[in-house]
């Protein structure tokens, strides 16, 4: 069973930093990237900035110079530093690997994580 687990989320002020981390459980071997997506109620889920073979692309203009998507060595873990954050920046976001290990072969099969609620207040 794969688990993507998911912390760092809160509330802040405007301006301020947080740092979502999610560690996961997938055969690394399977993994070409990861990546963080946010959602708000009643829009669709967005995706923020992706990692593969160590190269960051961010998918959101809103967020150039001021989120960075990181790695862990092993790949077991995939990181989203946030700074100078905004209210418009309030939303769950969402780890995700789009691979797995299934019947002994690498799929493409979605995985999420739990969910990880940012707050940001003016």
């Known amino acids: 069973q794969v688990h993507l687990v998911e912390s760092g989320g809160g509330l802040v002020q405007a301006g301020e930093s947080l740092k979502l981390s999610c560690t996961h459980s997938i055969e690394t071997r399977c993994i070409s990237g990861m990546a963080w997506y946010r959602q708000v109620p009643g829009k669709e889920r967005e995706l923020v900035d992706t990692i593969y073979s160590g190269e960051s692309t961010y998918f959101l203009d809103s967020i150039k110079g001021r989120f960075t998507i990181s790695e862990d060595n092993s790949k077991t873990a995939v990181y989203l530093q946030m700074n100078s954050l905004k209210p418009e920046d309030t939303a769950t976001y969402y780890c995700?690997?789009?691979?797995?290990?299934?019947?002994?072969?690498?799929?493409?099969?979605?995985?999420w994580g739990q969910g990880n609620q940012v707050a940001v207040s003016s």
């Open positions: 995700n690997v789009n691979e797995r290990l299934i019947n002994g072969r690498c799929r493409e099969v979605p995985s």
